[in-house]
């Protein structure tokens, strides 16, 4: 079989973080440089789809390494509402593929005016986002033809945690950040053949995950709809037990991203109540009881080690989607670029 667009570009996820960290390190630098001028008491971030889960991730990080609060904004509150936000002393960071979405950019363009410093993280930097903001982040991850973003999600969230690391002069987190190439080689080469069988013909799911990986619970949910055709919900494994574990019966799928960080034990007790409830269960970095394991790469800052699971992830969905029956690369309805208003 021909190999699908989004199975190279997921092969590339590693090529690609290394090219960010090399190409892009000059415009990290400066773009922290100005972060500490600023001294942000409060980050907003604007984004949409995949870009929003990549800022939803950079809320966690940053509101863990240096306790700022972080907000998403939207955008539509400058683009059809046409109202300027207070945001003297604050940052503002727009996260687009294209960066050619009109309400992205209007809403960068009016944090600046603002008063915000307006860092843009995009794969184009001469887009219409990049001239509307103060900063840019090329992401550097070459052209990405598969609808469903991977690569540019993967280096979207490198370019935040590159920028927090360099801003807030974290040596633990830098180093981290270095070693993700090498640690993402290892992610796409995963076996998650056991969920693999058990998703097959299945036509719900849920995704949970805490702090970061809450973050890319929520990517995990929308590539199992928009390649796979399940319908997944992603929950935080505290908020799934506020209503929704109530529809979770017998052989319900259950997908739980435990990282190694100070979550994970409450994960894991979701995870066991659930499996008691006769889920199905399936769940990374630790063992739990009633459910099956799925390998996950070892040893990494609880920072980065949400990013290097999306990328198993990312390899194991492609092989999904075509198990379904699907063309991975041409989701139905759907166009790589989506321009809203």
Same mark, same amino acid.
């Given at each position: 079989?021909?190999?699908?667009?989004?199975?190279?570009?997921? #092969?590339?996820?590693?090529?690609?973080?290394?090219?960010?960290?090399?190409?892009?390190?000059?415009?990290?630098?400066?773009?922290?440089?100005?972060?500490?001028?600023?001294?942000? @008491?409060?980050?907003?971030?604007?984004?949409?789809?995949?870009?929003?889960?990549?800022?939803?991730?950079?809320?966690?990080?940053?509101?863990?390494?240096?306790?700022?609060? %972080?907000?998403?904004? &939207?955008?539509?509150?400058?683009?059809?509402?046409?109202?300027?936000?207070? *945001?003297?002393?604050?940052?503002?960071?727009?996260?687009?593929?294209?960066?050619?979405?009109?309400?992205?950019?209007?809403?960068?363009? =009016?944090? &600046?005016?603002?008063?915000?410093?307006?860092? #843009?993280?995009?794969?184009?930097?001469? =887009?219409?986002?990049?001239?509307?903001?103060?900063?840019? $982040?090329?992401?550097?991850? @070459?052209?990405?033809?598969?609808?469903?973003?991977?690569?540019?999600?993967?280096?979207?969230?490198? #370019?935040?945690?590159?920028? $927090?690391?360099?801003?807030?002069?974290?040596?633990?987190?830098?180093?981290?950040?270095?070693?993700?190439?090498?640690?993402?080689?290892?992610?796409?080469?995963?076996?998650?053949?056991?969920?693999?069988?058990?998703?097959?013909?299945?036509?719900?799911?849920?995704? *949970?995950?805490?702090?970061? @990986?809450?973050?890319?619970?929520?990517?995990?949910?929308?590539?199992? !709809?928009?390649?796979?055709?399940?319908?997944?919900?992603?929950?935080?494994?505290?908020? %799934?037990?506020?209503?929704?574990?109530?529809?979770?019966?017998?052989?319900?799928?259950? $997908?739980?991203?435990?990282?190694?960080?100070?979550?994970?034990?409450? $994960?894991?007790?979701?995870?066991?109540?659930?499996?008691?409830? @006769? #889920?199905?269960?399936? %769940?990374?970095?630790?063992?739990?009881?009633?459910?099956?394991?799925?390998?996950?790469?070892?040893? *990494?800052?609880?920072?980065?080690?949400?990013?290097?699971?999306?990328?198993?992830?990312?390899?194991?969905?492609?092989?999904?989607?075509?198990?379904?029956?699907?063309?991975?690369?041409?989701?139905?309805?759907?166009? !790589?670029?989506?321009?809203?208003?």
């Amino acid at each position: 079989m021909t190999q699908t667009h989004m199975a190279r570009e997921v #092969a590339e996820i590693p090529e690609a973080a290394a090219r960010f960290l090399d190409r892009s390190r000059i415009a990290v630098v400066a773009a922290a440089a100005a972060l500490r001028r600023q001294n942000p @008491g409060l980050i907003a971030t604007v984004a949409r789809g995949s870009s929003d889960h990549a800022a939803t991730y950079l809320k966690y990080a940053i509101e863990l390494e240096a306790g700022i609060p %972080v907000a998403s904004v &939207g955008p539509s509150i400058a683009s059809i509402y046409r109202r300027p936000l207070r *945001l003297a002393g604050a940052a503002c960071i727009g996260i687009s593929q294209s960066g050619r979405s009109p309400d992205i950019v209007e809403m960068m363009r =009016s944090a &600046g005016e603002g008063g915000a410093l307006s860092i #843009a993280i995009t794969n184009h930097a001469d =887009s219409p986002m990049a001239q509307a903001s103060a900063q840019c $982040l090329p992401l550097q991850a @070459g052209e990405e033809r598969s609808v469903a973003a991977t690569k540019t999600f993967v280096t979207s969230v490198l #370019a935040g945690l590159s920028l $927090l690391a360099e801003w807030r002069e974290d040596e633990a987190l830098r180093a981290a950040v270095a070693g993700l190439p090498a640690a993402l080689e290892q992610a796409v080469k995963l076996d998650w053949a056991p969920l693999s069988a058990r998703l097959s013909r299945a036509p719900s799911a849920f995704v *949970l995950g805490r702090g970061p @990986g809450f973050a890319v619970a929520n990517e995990a949910a929308l590539k199992f !709809k928009e390649t796979c055709g399940i319908h997944a919900e992603s929950y935080s494994a505290a908020e %799934v037990l506020h209503g929704p574990a109530a529809i979770v019966q017998a052989h319900f799928p259950v $997908l739980a991203l435990g990282i190694e960080d100070a979550a994970l034990p409450q $994960l894991c007790t979701t995870a066991e109540r659930l499996a008691a409830q @006769g #889920a199905d269960v399936f %769940v990374t970095g630790a063992d739990v009881p009633g459910a099956t394991r799925l390998p996950s790469v070892p040893g *990494l800052h609880p920072i980065v080690a949400p990013l290097v699971m999306i990328a198993a992830f990312y390899a194991f969905v492609e092989g999904l989607a075509r198990r379904r029956g699907f063309d991975p690369d041409t989701p139905p309805h759907l166009r !790589k670029v989506t321009e809203t208003v």
